[in-house]
């Protein structure tokens, strides 16, 4: 037999169901808040939160094993300032392949900031490749709550003109579809 909820059961269930959604809702979209900085440079920004302390959000960063369920089938990092990231989305290929990607390690701070040095490869103009030189991923860790963390993505160092722009809207797809990636584990 159905019994009429009373009033106070109903409101605290309607708000607890409304903040799992909206948690979830929060949790799994990448956001893109890319911006002109005051020098006039192009800054592409995505931000998202992952439903993760921030020590295995970290590792998912900066771990192999971790790196391999979302960023690339192919992966390894040297994590030290100086290292590398080298991924390979081809499973057929390896490591030293030419169509592997290298991202240089300029710095990190532990749970807090990767900055990576970003190496054009052949598939983008020469012109580009040859001028971008101060092209960099800054990715940054904030705990947002206890297992919760936002993961900000900023590239920079993009150049002017319209191969530049092609390349600033190439990695606005690529990174979003990546960020993406990571967060259907969550969903």
Known sequence: MWHKPK???????????????????????VKNTSYTNQAGEK????EFLLPLNIKSAWELFTK????KTWIAPVVHIDLKTGGYMLTNYDTSKNLSDSTSIRLGIVNFLDQ?????????NNFFPPAVRNSDGNLQEL?????????QTR???TMVGFGTGKEWNDTYNFFVKGN???YEQLLKHYR
């Open 7 to 29: 009033p106070k059961h109903v409101k605290t269930c309607l708000t607890t169901l409304l903040l799992l959604i909206a948690a979830t809702t929060v949790c799994q979209q």
């Open 43 to 46: 800054l592409l920004r995505l």
């Open 64 to 67: 192999n094993e971790k790196l």
């Open 112 to 120: 807090e900031l990767i900055t990576l040095k970003v190496k054009l």
């Open 139 to 147: 990715i940054q860790f904030r705990k947002t709550g206890e297992n």
């Open 151 to 153: 993961i900000i993505s």
């Open 176 to 178: 979003i579809w990546t």
